[in-house]
């Protein structure tokens, strides 16, 4: 018995690491694109290696929550939907870590004009992402206040959608000093920072069908 | 030729074990709460130690409904309750052994001139329509209950459920002593007016006649369990697999609870003390008072599409069950007794009158082989036991020391 509740308490804290890599890694995703667009390079070669411990961490977390769940049969009949909410955060952290590496390799030139609203963009993208990470902690404690949480992804991703559409329209109508290769460019990497929401949407999806099932 | 005589007792045993034992544990191994080991290990030993301890009660109604005074109608009778068993679950109709013994113990009756006691048989009939009614209650009451703590502590859910874990593990080994104590009067009760054995010293403990039967029904209930009841569990595990890890727990411990009640004299003597009307003792389908629980626990959920074909089978089997069993009875009794020139049972009451416990000539042995044979049985057990013991303890731990060596290889090929 002693052992079986000491594998439940690592898997907890497992868990727990795992959502805090990802909360850390958000917040990493947003100073860092703080940084670029200030041309400070030094603090976003930092942020990069964060993120890059960060995800690293994740990856080996997400592997030994698996591995716990199915050695010691732990959640056996929530643990496939538990391991793909997971997997879909681990997504997340996926996608800030290639979304700056993309930034780093590519250097894109952003004009001085659209620095606030590319700002705007990771700041809604990156909040929605932000928002998920309580609703899924919540999924453990007090599932019946998941729905509530998800809202806020929810508003965020619309938001971020919204920016992001209003940008494009203003690269594409109103930078007529841009060529056609620079306006692909920034449409690339701002299709980048939005997919951040886009996946913290797709997790949203998942994990209200899941504390619908265990809420009933 | 007596351990001939009882092999259709263990066989109806093994079936019990087989069948009706999968329920008390078959939300948990179907839902991988439980591994299939330690489940059979748990169910087989709680359903002897039920049996053993508390068997007696259930028995007695057994025996007022129609005490068989000769072994060969004991073993028709079983027969009989174990064919129509058979031929019922070939079909897919429900069965309950219970209400197939009580069937045959009437065609014994019927066949022998005995007078069925009408006060009796209405208790057995009204305790099977009232034991799915008291479990799916009893479900209803406990559903409430831990709902209403997990939103108050907001306890961590894999907390929870490795407390539900470990809680499948003690409701089934109550449930298992339950159904052991309920009923193994269904196995062996009616042989006990053709046994009378000497008391078996264990040491410990002293078995008397009746004890030393129902340890022989519950190793072969015991054998039931870990030879077939694997894929029933699966199935019952499949079947019920809607319910929350948590709703299965209380299911089971519903089903414990009606069981232990029907079949707990300190408790209806307990009842008698306080002024209360008595519990009457009687064996209580396992699998009916299961369905009970679960359509409890749903209509509460508010589900609007309950299975009233299940409702239907299970009123089928009411009726169905003891009166094939019944006419099958009368039929092998028969046969028995004008084709083999067995003796089946003799006229013992006069109407009216219920005699609890015939003395007769012809049936009353003194079995010193058998309790000899018990006793060794035991301690080849028990020494089985600890070497599979020691076995399984061992590949276990080679099993864990292969998955750690497997991860530390991982993470250093991966560096």
Request: with cysteine; hydrophobic share 50%.
């Amino acid at each position: 018995m002693a052992v079986f509740t000491r594998t439940t308490k690592n898997l907890i804290i497992k868990i727990d690491e795992f959502f805090d890599n990802i909360d850390l890694g958000i917040l990493v995703f947003r100073e860092g694109i703080k940084s670029y667009l200030n041309k400070d390079m030094e603090s976003f070669q930092r942020h990069l290696q964060k993120v890059d411990t960060l995800e690293s961490n994740a990856d080996k977390l997400q592997r030994e929550i698996e591995n716990d769940m199915i050695t010691h049969s732990i959640l056996p009949q929530h643990r496939a939907e538990v391991a793909q909410l997971i997997d879909e955060l681990d997504e997340i952290i996926d996608g800030v870590k290639s979304t700056l590496h993309e930034i780093d390799i590519e250097i894109p030139e952003i004009p001085e004009e659209l620095n606030n609203d590319i700002i705007r963009l990771a700041e809604a993208s990156a909040s929605a992402a932000e928002e998920l990470v309580p609703a899924a902690r919540a999924y453990f404690k007090a599932p019946f206040t998941v729905r509530e949480k998800l809202l806020k992804v929810y508003y965020f991703e619309s938001e971020t959608d919204k920016i992001s559409f209003n940008l494009k329209k203003k690269i594409f109508h109103e930078s007529r000093e841009l060529d056609l290769a620079h306006k692909a460019h920034l449409r690339y990497i701002i299709h980048h920072i939005e997919n951040i929401s886009d996946l913290a949407q797709k997790a949203a999806d998942l994990l209200s069908g899941m504390a619908i099932k265990i809420v009933m | 030729m007596t351990l001939f005589f009882l092999t259709s007792g263990l066989f109806l045993g093994w079936s019990l074990g087989a069948n009706d034992a999968s329920h008390v544990f078959g939300a948990a191994v179907g839902s991988k709460m439980v591994t299939f080991r330690k489940a059979a290990i748990i169910a087989s030993v709680f359903f002897i130690l039920g049996a053993v301890i508390q068997g007696s009660g259930t028995s007695q109604t057994l025996g007022k409904l129609g005490a068989v005074n000769a072994i060969g109608g004991s073993f028709t009778l079983s027969l009989a309750a174990a064919i129509t068993i058979y031929m019922m679950t070939k079909f897919a109709l429900p069965i309950s052994t219970t209400q197939a013994i009580v069937g045959a113990i009437i065609g014994w009756n019927l066949f022998t001139g005995n007078h069925t006691d009408s006060s009796t048989l209405t208790k057995i009939v009204a305790s099977w329509v009232a034991g799915p009614i008291i479990g799916g209650l009893f479900a209803v009451l406990l559903f409430i209950l831990v709902r209403k703590f997990k939103r108050s502590v907001k306890i961590h859910l894999i907390r929870f459920e490795s407390y539900i874990k470990t809680g499948l593990l003690v409701v089934g080994a109550f449930g298992s002593y339950s159904l052991g104590a309920n009923n193994i009067a269904n196995v062996m009760g009616v042989f006990l007016p053709a046994f009378n054995l000497q008391n078996l010293d264990l040491g410990i403990i002293t078995l008397n006649s009746s004890q030393q039967l129902f340890l022989l029904g519950g190793l072969a209930t015991a054998t039931g369990i870990i030879t077939y009841s694997r894929k029933v569990m699966h199935t019952v595990g499949n079947n019920i697999l809607e319910l929350s890890s948590e709703a299965a727990m209380i299911v089971v411990l519903a089903q414990a609870l009606v069981l232990f009640i029907f079949s707990s004299t300190a408790l209806s003597d307990f009842f008698v003390r306080m002024g209360l009307p008595p519990i009457p003792m009687v064996p209580v389908s396992s699998s009916q008072v299961i369905v009970g629980c679960i359509l409890g626990i749903g209509l509460y959920k508010g589900a609007r599409n309950i299975n009233f074909k299940i409702l239907g089978e299970i009123g089928l089997a009411w009726v169905a069950s003891p009166v094939i069993s019944g006419v099958l009875t009368f039929f092998l009794l028969f046969f028995m007794k004008n084709i083999f020139n067995i003796n089946v049972g003799h006229r013992i009451d006069v109407p009216g009158v219920t005699v609890v416990a015939p003395v007769d000539q012809v049936i009353s042995n003194t079995e010193t082989d058998m309790s000899g044979i018990i006793k060794y049985l035991l301690m080849g057990i028990m020494i089985a036991g600890a070497v599979a013991m020691i076995y399984f303890y061992l590949l276990e731990r080679k099993k864990t020391m292969e998955h750690r060596k497997s991860e530390e290889r991982f993470w250093k090929n991966l560096k």
